[in-house]
């Protein structure tokens, strides 16, 4: 699923790193997201290791987490998607721009994923402005479910939670659980969630002292190196799929 800054084309260098530094050693049994996304790192250890760990993924984003929710049960998807297809296609033709345009305002479950996944991440902007987004089929049930993280999220245990990220953190921090952070990018105003007087990189900063198994993933400029100086550092080539922007990145731990 379409998603900013999902690790999807990291996701193999971020397991063998934790594989290579024995930090997914035997004890751990629980891994948790704080931000979990798009989840690409827990989907990609899970297919390296079925039916191993319990996941707790956490996201701020209430949408998205009902998002995933409907696609734990069958019966959910499939009036789901029966929903998204009465609200966007008329006499089988894909609705018209005013109306498209109405419904990507809204603020619901079916919106967010009419406008980031059916179609594309550029919310607002109707599709046929853009050539080959234009969607021409309803959604197909049998077709949908053949989307891997499906099946990741039916038969994993999983516990999705929609909290405040720095409260999972501290909730779980014990010998057993690996936390695999990936916040928000630094910027000069970074409100942190929910919490507005804290930045979730100046908490890190006061605390990394008392977390256990923590692994951070982030961009690797140099005012992160300063206040991560402390850490173990891998550092890996990050190439943006869109732009084609070349950067750094970097795991902690």
Known sequence: MPYSGNKREEVETIYTTLIEKDILNKKIDTI??????????????????????????????????????????????????????????????????????RIVKQKDVYSYFIKNKLCGMRPGVYPQD????????????????KTPIINFIQTENIEFRNEDAIKVMLSNNNDSTLLLVDPPYLMTCNSFYDNHNSNIYEWIYNNHGVMINCVFILENTWLI?????????????????????ASKHAIYY
């Not at 009036?79 to 609705?95: A, L, P, Q, R, S």
């Not at 050539?131 to 959604?139: A, D, Q, S, V, Y």
């Not at 190196?225 to 922007?245: A, G, H, M, P, T």
């Open 32 to 101: 948790i997201e704080p931000y979990c996304g798009s989840s690409a790192i827990s989907y990609y250890i899970s297919l390296q290791s079925p039916l191993k760990y319990k996941y707790i993924l956490n996201d701020n984003s209430k949408i998205l987490i009902d998002l995933y929710e409907i696609l734990k049960e069958n019966e959910k998807i499939s009036n789901f998607i029966e929903t998204v297809n009465d609200m966007t296609f008329k006499d089988n033709i894909f609705i018209d721009k005013e109306e498209y345009l």
């Open 225 to 245: 190196k300063l206040l991560f100086k402390d850490y173990n550092i891998v550092e890996y080539d990050k190439v943006y799929r869109c732009s084609q922007k």
């Open 130 to 145: 853009r050539p080959g987004r234009m969607p021409k089929h309803k959604l197909d049930f049998d077709k949908f479910m």
